[in-house]
């Protein structure tokens, strides 16, 4: 209680006060009492993607083992999006009322219902996103909750929603990244040639860099494995399978860049198969109509004389893939982890767990405007300096000899090492507010004040100078 008092008199703004709840106890081990039976709410509110689901799976697995007598629950608006995870711990279903899979997508606290009747002792928002976090609306879903027994998880590098309790990403000053207890992953089966992978987002709404950094990355690739490999595969997502059949500007350009270096590109979709460039030697275009499975992959069985069975050494042939992706994350890193050296990917666990399968591989990343800081923090850890500009962060035919220091990264990153320090932390500090009274009374003394000055009155008065 003496360190928490002279915490609160030192202090020059209600936000040093609160600080306190995470960095008062850093040095103090934490024992089997500050955490035994302690109620923990995870509260989880996707928006788009599965980075976000991702992210609490990861912290909750984090906490079942750092904490293991404590009770965990995650509370989340996206229950279908950890089943398609295959994660199968229970979810208390968070609730707006809306219909359909994307009702309750990047919801405000205040438009949710929590069904649950037990109270959580801790409350842990994991990630905040798109807004600062607002302790009043947040009371509107759990209205027992307070900034003290409440804290707040970013995402990685975000600097624009903050301050946070938990802030994370790569820095000295976050706590680092997710990397994963002993996950494993399912090796890929479905591509017998050597392969690249390219998993990023459409971006609509920020500008055309989306297609920019594909092509970029495509051409990088052409050049480098069209000379190692006679047969070489490239698997991309959806909307870039949905642009190479309707998007005419694309099309051309992706046909430029690899008329220069394969003789014939075939182009499977969910749908058949597309003679996408063909040799003229060898005849003009062909559409193949055959239907694929869109639950199997299964593709569809080609002649005797398929390039893919029997290439021939003059040609150079490429494999455009679109009919393989999305796939569950442990096929998905197992897809990761089969494909050759330069991988091009968004999204922040994909980004950890390239590093975490993978860390002998060349990570290309697609820079969003929100993600600026998080590719810089990338750059001064890596010593990468193709991640300083958005028009080499996805990959550069001018030059493949960089310094990429990702042991660095990992060494000095890990939320397992720098975070857990403070979440040891915060479990102490949450163990003396439930058993000590005299905690409780300096909190709610401080919630009732208006003005540090009128506020240290009362501590003083109540404990003593």
């Not at 850093?26 to 024992?31: G, N, T």
């Not at 996707?46 to 293991?68: N, S, T």
């Not at 208006?450 to 240290?456: I, L, N, P």
Request: hydrophobic share 30%; proline share 4%.
């Amino acid at each position: 209680m003496d360190s928490f008092l002279k915490g609160i008199r030192s202090s020059k703004t209600f936000e040093d006060i609160y600080a306190l709840r995470t960095n008062l106890f850093l040095d103090q081990k934490i024992q089997k009492v500050n955490y035994d039976k302690v109620k923990i709410g995870f509260i989880n509110i996707p928006c788009a993607g599965y980075g976000d689901v991702i992210q609490c799976k990861k912290v909750f697995d984090y906490f079942k083992k750092w904490y293991p007598n404590a009770s965990i629950k995650v509370c989340s608006t996206s229950k279908e999006k950890f089943r398609n995870l295959k994660i199968k711990d229970p979810i208390i279903e968070l609730t707006s009322g809306l219909i359909g899979y994307e009702a309750n997508e990047c919801r405000k606290f205040s438009q949710l219902t929590l069904n649950y009747k037990t109270q959580f002792d801790l409350l842990l928002v994991i990630p905040i996103i798109n807004v600062s976090f607002d302790i009043n609306d947040f009371k509107k879903l759990i209205p027992y909750a307070t900034r003290w027994n409440t804290y707040v998880m970013s995402e990685y590098n975000d600097v624009e929603n903050g301050p946070y309790d938990l802030p994370v990403g790569i820095g000295k000053e976050n706590l680092g990244l997710f990397f994963e207890y002993n996950f494993k992953y399912n090796k890929q089966k479905i591509i017998k040639n050597p392969y690249a992978l390219i998993y990023i987002q459409e971006s609509p709404n920020w500008g055309p860099h989306s297609n920019y950094c594909y092509l970029s990355f495509l051409e990088m690739i052409s050049k480098k494995y069209s000379k190692k490999h006679n047969v070489f595969e490239l698997v991309i997502p959806t909307w870039i399978t949905e642009g190479l059949q309707y998007n005419p500007q694309l099309i051309s350009k992706s046909k430029k860049i690899m008329s220069q270096y394969f003789k014939e590109v075939t182009f499977i979709t969910p749908d058949g198969e597309i003679d996408f460039i063909k040799d003229k030697q060898t005849g003009g275009n062909r559409r193949r109509t055959k239907r694929v499975s869109r639950r199997t992959n299964r593709v569809p069985r080609r002649s005797k004389r398929s390039v893919r069975s029997r290439p021939s050494k003059s040609f150079k042939t490429l494999i455009i893939r679109g009919d393989i992706l999305p796939k569950p994350r442990d096929d998905f890193v197992g897809l990761m982890k089969g494909s050759v050296n330069d991988i091009l990917l968004t999204g922040n666990e994909s980004l950890v767990d390239t590093l975490t399968c993978c860390p002998d591989k060349t990570i290309w990343y697609q820079t969003a405007p929100w993600k600026q800081n998080l590719a810089y923090n990338l750059y001064l850890e890596t010593g990468n300096i193709n991640y300083k500009s958005f028009k080499t962060t996805c990959g550069t035919i001018q030059g493949t000899s960089f310094k990429n220091d990702v042991g660095k990264l990992i060494r000095e990153n890990d939320f397992r090492k720098k975070g857990k320090r403070m979440t040891d932390s915060i479990m102490i500090f949450n163990y003396h507010l439930m058993k000590d009274k005299q905690f409780k009374k300096a909190t709610e003394l401080i919630e009732s004040s208006k003005f540090m000055d009128t506020m240290k009155k009362k501590i003083d008065k109540e404990f003593g100078k």
